[in-house]
């Protein structure tokens, strides 16, 4: 009865949302290149290789997708594994295609969950395993996947604090979805019960651990690159403050944060990299209010002309690469109202030392593990964030224990992929 009661529901609700989302999506941007396949039109599916395996993955946004590359290599190097890839947002379609075009037989977007949409697309991957990445739980999906008698996996499945209570108001709804859900490799102990909490089957869920904290960062800037990137961006010389996906307030305690450390540090500079890019015209707007007397400009209009006070790296999938060139980074969503924050994973990888808000309940247990090493500092509000911010700047031997306790705690939390890759294999062998 509720897989019918939300198939009936479904088309006049989408409707109702429908002017939201056609604007939202003109905001971001990039849907016109095969949006098609969200109805499941326009899909170039190959016909499956004699004696192959299919993997049906689904990832949201251009962040999963950085997060499951280990995971998608670990599973690519099996010979026997055909691997087709969807994705929701623009930014990760266009992500998917360039890294990863040669390991997937195919890539589209994934189908409005609605039944025509969402069978005809089955039809067409007509996979062997299907898996969804973190909070992915989609009811006609997960019953299309039932219905054929397809393992379906949620993959580094976790639920935030805000995410978590919400659900439990709708117990019986997710209670469902999760009894068509083969196996839930969860990132944390926390988490685990969680899922457990809203009806799936203890013996369904493991946790396995955090696939993101596997990443490997390539490449590894040299000491005469880094300078040249710098020189190239207009931010040569000083101390460099990174704000690392940053949402709404956090660009402006940036600001102040940043005139603050000149008062000590006349050179210091400021690289901006908001979490979504389309945000540039609000973000000029505060910076022509709050910093009209330094000197800003937006990476997506092409190079500076002289050396700069402040950047903002309003692109795509440089944000690995530009953390290498910080002395201290802050790491976005995670001051009030934010409460689930950004991730804080390549920061460690990379030994920068790094500053969060109390708002990281979606890294509950890797913020834990940056703590107990010394690689992060947490703080309660803006007004903590700047102080922080400016004791460390002044404090090279703080950095650097910092820096080595963010190497420290990367190396020893490595081996979900290995943990989640071998769960997933052992469905193919079923």
């Avoid at 379609?93 to 977007?109: F, H, N, T």
Wanted: glycine share 8%; aromatic share 8%; with cysteine.
């Amino acid at each position: 009865m509720f897989i019918w009661i939300y198939r009936v529901l479904f088309l006049p609700l989408w409707l109702l949302t429908l002017p939201g989302y056609l604007l939202h999506i003109r905001k971001r941007g990039g849907y016109r290149k095969d949006f098609g396949t969200r109805f499941g039109r326009g899909m170039e599916v190959p016909a499956k290789r004699a004696g192959a395996k299919r993997i049906w993955i689904q990832a949201v946004s251009l962040g999963e997708m950085l997060a499951i590359e280990p995971l998608l290599k670990a599973l690519a190097a099996d010979e026997r594994i055909e691997i087709y890839l969807t994705v929701t947002t623009s930014t990760g379609y266009a992500l998917a295609q360039e890294k990863y075009g040669e390991l997937a037989v195919g890539i589209s977007y994934f189908p409005i969950d609605f039944y025509p949409f969402s069978a005809r697309v089955w039809d067409k991957i007509d996979p062997d395993v299907a898996i969804c990445a973190e909070t992915e739980l989609w009811p006609e999906h997960t019953r299309q996947a039932a219905k054929r008698g397809v393992p379906f996996l949620l993959v580094n499945g976790r639920l935030s604090d805000r995410s978590f209570k919400r659900a439990m108001k709708l117990r019986g709804f997710f209670r469902t979805i999760l009894s068509n859900t083969s196996q839930v490799y969860a990132c944390s102990d926390l988490d685990r019960e969680r899922y457990i909490a809203l009806g799936a089957p203890a013996e369904r869920v493991s946790a396995t651990g955090n696939i993101k904290v596997d990443v490997t960062i390539e490449p590894i800037l040299d000491a005469v690159t880094r300078a040249s990137m710098r020189a190239e961006m207009g931010l040569s010389e000083g101390f460099l403050l990174l704000g690392s996906s940053t949402w709404p307030g956090e660009e402006e305690m940036l600001v102040e944060a940043l005139r603050a450390i000149r008062e000590r540090e006349p050179a210091a500079r400021l690289l901006i990299v908001p979490r979504h890019a389309e945000r540039r015209h609000e973000i000029e707007a505060m910076l022509r209010e709050r910093a009209s007397d330094l000197r800003f400009h937006f990476k997506s209009r092409g190079v500076p002309e002289g050396e700069l006070d402040i950047l903002v790296a309003d692109t795509h999938g440089e944000l690995r690469a530009l953390t290498q060139l910080s002395d201290l980074a802050f790491v976005g969503k995670s001051l009030p109202p934010h409460t689930e924050g950004q991730t804080p994973v390549e920061c460690g990888a990379l030994g920068a030392p790094m500053v969060f808000g109390s708002g990281m309940s979606n890294f509950r247990s890797i913020r834990e593990g940056l703590l107990q090493h010394g690689a992060a500092r947490e703080v309660k509000d803006a007004a903590e964030a700047i102080e922080a911010i400016v004791e460390l700047s002044q404090d090279a031997d703080a950095r650097a224990k910092m820096s080595t306790g963010g190497l420290a705690w990367h190396a020893g939390s490595r081996g979900a992929v290995a943990r989640t890759a071998a769960g997933v294999l052992s469905w193919l062998d079923r």
